[in-house]
Each structure stands twice: as structure tokens, then as C-alpha cells.
């Protein structure tokens, strides 16, 4: 039984795996426990690795702090290509009031942080710890590590792990538990706020399908091309029937004619606008009625996955001129989009393609249409990016006052170039496209590997933190989650009337608790909440994780 008992307690490859292997099993199991709805999920991860390391069982130093930080970053890198496209979307009008107040939580939570700090005499790295957990923010305990470990010359300190698996369960449910006070102060019924926001006018970004008669008479003659420069909206007339009874596939060139019919594609929000100018609703062609009147027509969704296609603007591809067929709609990550002339397409793009049958074909062949290429993961900007974030985070930036230069870190510098390859990637042909799944996996397999490492590392030291004080983390990681959720939500509810379903999506994005915003959907049958998150979790993500650096480099 030696080969057993070295594969347990020694140091070597197959025990190092052993043991990472069966934490993760572990804590994973655990995760998928729910006490009253609600469960810790991955985060049982790192429990799993401090019991682990408090019973004997560890791993070489050098193998663990190799895992950790790789795992660290393939979650981060892979985080960042999720929120990159939605990154600087989000400070567009109407998202930036919301990305405003999240920025306003972030910062109250830091400064409470800081001031627990300062009266208390707690170190700032250990305050680092107790601010992620009580914000529900991994990333930010890696970022915190990964600066307090630049700092000190790959020194480490387990309170900034023990710190953060203290404060994390009653963060994970003090926000839930805000929602609920916020509901019961201002007397909250779901059943008025459904219908607050249904009487909301402008709220909404569908499109919709216009039947219109051209009355117009300064419209009649003119190309669709001349009369779109006339008005400052986007849409796409996808057919017209003209006046002798014929029916064409619209594009930028096609004359206008006096009572012609249009088949208009457009914002919901842009409806009044687009029927005035062009003319008033054709009550005998509704818009359904299309697809009966032009039967030598078909409508047919096609994927864009060839790389040529990849970040060109949809007006480059003349696709009416090349093969007869005209795009009326873009869906892109479950949001429909108006196929306007410079939206910049990207792989995974679902078009909705109108023509002959013949034609769609030719045009599919073109675009790709071939979605078994989108399951392969484009490993080459994956490790591209990596290799850049790296990079990035290890040059130094010299900050006047400061002892030692700054350093973005392993965490800092993948996020960013994570952020922009995935915003502009497409842009310069670089195919940034992972599947929802494949993006999923590397993510769960990256924060896996990470918790296990960090709970392996802190074990050992754990009980004797706690017993020595560590339980004052507990009440300040109660602060820091409650305080700055109750200090905005409630004047923004009292004199911001902001939609209850709104605010509880701002908070649960706030703080990227995920477990906050399933509690908060289950609330109301409509997806302000889960839009409100997703507004302000890509912008909050980054700050979550700045802070937590910051933090522990102002300790300098």
C-alpha cells in the first residue's frame, strides 16, 4: 500500500492532480445543494480545498501557485470575451444613468472598506478579501492576491482567502435580503410595477414589421438610398409592391413610386417616426400578408462563419447586387437587430436573408451558414490575447508618491485586452467567437482550478484566523454588502421612482451577484431586471476587479 499512501501524502504529478481533482469534484457537488433556493454554487469550491488543506492534504507550492494564476487567468480572459461586446455599449444613452449608480455602489463599498480598515486597524489587504467576498466578486479576490503577491515578491497572506470565504455566504444573501427590505419599506406590488413599465413609452429595442402606403409626394421618384438620407433613423425596406401589382426585393437603388407598398423593418421606438414620413398604414397588406403575395420569395436565416465576413460592415457585402437577396434583421447573442447599412457584422451573426430560393442559397454559401464551424473554439486568439494580457500586466506604470511601480497584473491585463479584442476584434478580421457553452467551460474550469488552488493555500491557517478574530470579518463584509445597497436604492426608489424590477437588476449587476439576479427574475414575469444587469455588469466587473488591486497596492 506505499504506491496509496505517496499518492496522498507525497508530491508528485499524479498526487498534485489527485488532489485538485477531487477538490473540484467535491466543492462542485456541494455547489449544486440549495438551502431555501439558494446555494453557493461554485464558491463550494473553496471550502472544499480549505478542508481539504486542514486535514494534511497540500500541494508543492510551485505547482499550486502555476495552477492558480492559470486558472485565474483563462476565467478572466474568458470573462472579458463574454462582457466585451457589451462593454462600451453600455455607456450609451440610457445605460449610462444606470452604470452611473452601479459606479456609486462600487465606490461606497470601496470606502467602507477603506474606513473598516482605518478604525479598525484591519490590514488593507485582509479588507481586500472581506470586500470580495462580500460582493460576490472571484475575480477580485484574484486580483487582490495577484497584487499583494507582485508586491511582496510572490510572498503570499492566506487572510485575504480566508477573509474573503468568511464574508462570502452572508454576501451572496445580504443583497437578497436588501431587495426584500427595499420591498417592504416602500411597500412594493409586482403587480403595478408590471404595468409601470408597460404604460413606459421608448423603453423597448424590437423590431418591428411595417406595412405602409407611400403617400409621401416628395418621397415619389426617389431611391430608397436618398430617401433614408432624409431621415435620421434606421430601417430596412425589405419589399416593395409597386403600384402595377409587381413585387421586388428592396434596395438602395429601388425607385419609389406614388401608393407604392412597403414592407418597412425597423426599432419599435422609431414606429411613429418611419409610418409619418413615409406615409400611413396599408390597411388592405398588413404585414404578415407578405409572405402570401410573394410566394416566389422565401425568408430564410443564415449564420455568418466564414472569417472573410467576420467584422465587415453589412453594406460592403452587396449582397443585393451580387446575389439578388436582401437582409432584413441581424440576431446577435439573443438581441434582434435592424439590418442597417453600417452595423459591422461578426461570426455567430444570425441573418435573416430575403429572396429566391436560388439566391438565399448563393448567399448562404457566401456568408458560411455552417454552424458545426462555430463549435470548434478559435484557440489562436484565445492564446494570442492571453499572451498580450500578460504582457500587459506586467509592465510596470510608474505612479508619482508610490514606493514600487503598479502593475495592471495577471488578472488586470487579460481582462482588458480580453474587453477590447472582444469589442474590436472583428473590426481587424481577428475571430474572437466562442459559444455560449465553450466560453462557459473555460470559465468554469478556470475559477475551479483557481478556488481549489486558493483554498489549498489558505486551509492550513484557517480555523486559527478565525479563532484569532476573523470572525469581525463576518459583521464587516455585512457592512460593506449593505450599507451602499441601502444608502442608493432607497433614495433612487423615493425620489428617482426608479421601477422596482430596474433597481433590484441594477444592485444584483452591482455587485455580479448571479444568485441575486435568479432570485430577482423569479420575481416578475418581464426582463427589466436581467436587462438592467447586463447594462451595468460588464463596466462593474472591470471596476470590481480594479478595486480590489487597488486596494491592496495603496497598503504600499
Same mark, same amino acid.
Not at 397588406?285 to 422565401?298: E, Y
Not at 466562442?434 to 462557459?440: C, I, R
Given at each position: ?19 485538485? $481533482?477531487?477538490?473540484? =469534484? #467535491?466543492?462542485?457537488? /456541494? %455547489?449544486? !445543494?440549495? @438551502?431555501?433556493?439558494?446555494? &453557493?454554487? *461554485? ?117 485575504? $482567502?480566508?477573509?474573503? =470565504? #468568511?464574508?462570502?455566504? /452572508? %454576501?451572496? !444573501?445580504? @443583497?437578497?435580503?436588501?431587495? &426584500?427590505? *427595499? ?127 467576420? %467584422? ?245
Amino acid at each position: 500500500m506505499g504506491w496509496f499512501e505517496n499518492l496522498i501524502a507525497g508530491e508528485g504529478i499524479a498526487h498534485s492532480v489527485l488532489v485538485v $481533482a477531487l477538490v473540484i =469534484a #467535491v466543492g462542485t457537488a /456541494l %455547489g449544486k !445543494v440549495k @438551502v431555501a433556493g439558494i446555494s &453557493l454554487g *461554485v464558491t463550494w469550491v473553496l471550502f472544499a480545498g480549505i478542508a481539504a488543506a486542514h486535514f494534511g492534504m497540500t500541494l508543492n507550492p510551485e505547482v499550486q501557485h502555476f495552477l492558480k494564476e492559470f486558472g485565474l487567468i483563462i476565467f478572466i480572459f474568458a470573462l472579458g470575451l463574454q462582457v466585451g461586446p457589451g462593454f462600451f455599449s453600455s455607456f450609451k444613452k440610457g445605460g449610462m444613468r444606470l452604470v452611473g449608480w452601479a459606479v456609486t455602489i462600487v465606490l461606497l463599498g470601496v470606502g467602507m472598506t477603506a474606513l473598516i480598515s482605518v478604525i479598525t486597524g484591519t490590514p488593507i489587504s485582509t479588507m481586500a478579501g472581506v470586500m470580495s467576498g462580500a460582493v460576490t466578486n472571484t475575480p477580485g479576490l484574484g486580483a487582490a492576491q495577484t497584487a499583494y503577491g507582485d508586491i511582496h515578491r510572490g510572498a503570499m497572506d492566506p487572510s485575504i $482567502a480566508n477573509s474573503y =470565504a #468568511v464574508a462570502y455566504p /452572508l %454576501g451572496a !444573501v445580504g @443583497v437578497i435580503v436588501c431587495m &426584500l427590505v *427595499v420591498k417592504g419599506i416602500f411597500k412594493v406590488r409586482f403587480d403595478k410595477e408590471t404595468a409601470a413599465l408597460a404604460a413606459e413609452s421608448g423603453e423597448a429595442h424590437h423590431t418591428e414589421r411595417l406595412s405602409i402606403r407611400l403617400t409621401n409626394a416628395n418621397l415619389v421618384g426617389r431611391t430608397i438610398a436618398e430617401a433614408g438620407s432624409l431621415l435620421a433613423r434606421n430601417f430596412v425596406v425589405s419589399r416593395v409592391k409597386h403600384a402595377g401589382g409587381t413585387v421586388e426585393i428592396a434596395n438602395s437603388c429601388t425607385v419609389l413610386g406614388e401608393d407604392d407598398l412597403l414592407l418597412v423593418i425597423c426599432d419599435e421606438a422609431d414606429h411613429d417616426a418611419i409610418m409619418t414620413f413615409f406615409g400611413v398604414p396599408a390597411k388592405d397588406l398588413k404585414a404578415g400578408d407578405w409572405v402570401k403575395l410573394d410566394t416566389h420569395f422565401v425568408s430564410r436565416p443564415v449564420i455568418i462563419t466564414h472569417t472573410h465576413v467576420n %467584422g465587415k460592415k453589412l453594406s460592403s457585402l452587396k449582397l443585393r447586387g451580387h446575389f439578388g437577396v436582401n437582409v432584413t434583421r441581424v440576431m446577435r447573442a439573443g438581441i434582434e437587430l435592424v439590418a442597417a447599412p453600417d452595423l459591422e457584422l461578426q461570426m455567430g451573426d444570425k441573418l435573416t436573408v430575403v429572396g429566391t430560393e436560388e439566391s438565399v442559397k448563393a448567399a448562404a454559401g457566401y456568408l458560411g451558414n455552417q454552424a458545426s464551424h462555430l463549435r470548434h473554439p478559435n484557440l489562436i486568439s484565445i492564446f494570442v490575447g492571453i499572451t498580450l494580457g500578460v504582457l500587459l500586466g506586467s509592465v510596470p506604470i510608474v505612479v508619482p508618491g508610490m514606493p514600487e511601480p503598479l502593475k495592471l497584473g495577471l488578472a488586470g491585463g487579460p481582462l482588458i485586452i480580453a474587453i477590447l479584442i472582444g469589442r474590436f476584434g472583428p473590426r481587424y478580421k481577428l475571430v474572437t467567437y466562442t459559444t455560449m457553452s465553450a466560453n462557459l467551460m473555460l470559465r468554469e474550469v478556470g475559477i475551479s482550478l483557481f478556488l481549489a488552488c486558493v483554498g489549498l493555500g489558505a486551509g492550513e491557517t484557517f480555523v486559527a484566523s478565525i479563532i484569532g478574530g476573523g470572525y469581525w470579518w463576518v459583521l464587516y463584509g455585512v457592512l460593506i454588502t449593505v450599507v451602499p445597497i441601502l444608502v442608493v436604492a432607497i433614495p433612487l426608489r423615493k425620489w428617482g421612482r426608479m421601477n422596482y424590477f430596474r433597481l433590484i437588476g441594477l444592485v444584483a449587476g452591482s455587485y455580479t451577484n448571479p444568485m441575486a439576479l435568479s432570485y430577482a427574475n423569479s420575481l416578475g414575469g418581464n426582463d427589466q431586471a436581467s436587462v438592467a444587469y447586463s447594462t451595468v455588469y460588464p463596466f462593474t466587473m472591470f471596476l470590481r476587479i480594479l478595486a480590489a488591486q487597488v486596494l491592496v497596492m495603496l497598503a504600499i
